[in-house]
């Protein structure tokens, strides 16, 4: 069993950036692709970036792609996605997510966090 835990969340001006990281425990970390998602009130949950078990392969939705670099250190179990250029319409609560079959948009993930609130002012 894997337990996910965000951070990195808070309020940022419009421009600014921010990195959310997602630790886990309980498990063999490595063996996971990691998904970023997020949503936003009344807003459906939408794909934000995703990330192979091994680090070497990326995705990223096109409305984050150039301004959004995900990441992971299996030494410290923790993946990351650094956000830079946020626009306001990037609040939303960011989770994360963990599976073995994938990391894209439309994989299946077993295991996945609290969230963190995001909130980019204009």
């Known amino acids: 069993q894997v337990q996910l835990v965000e951070s990195g969340g808070g309020l940022v001006p419009a421009g600014g950036s921010l990195r959310l990281s997602c630790a886990a425990s309980?498990?063999?970390?490595?063996?996971?692709?990691v998904g970023w998602f997020r949503q936003a009130p009344g807003k459906e949950r939408e794909f934000v970036a995703g990330i192979s078990p091994r680090g070497g392969i990326t995705k990223y939705a096109d409305s984050v792609q150039g301004r959004f670099t995900i990441s992971r250190d299996n030494a410290k179990n923790t993946v990351y996605v650094q956000m830079n250029s946020l626009k306001s319409e990037d609040t939303a609560v960011y989770y994360c997510?963990?599976?073995?079959?994938?990391?894209?948009?439309?994989?299946?993930?077993?295991?996945w966090g609290q969230g963190t609130q995001v909130t980019v002012s204009s």
């Open positions: 997510e963990a599976g073995a079959e994938g990391w894209g948009p439309f994989s299946r993930y077993d295991y």
């Open positions: 309980g498990g063999t970390f490595s063996r996971y692709g």
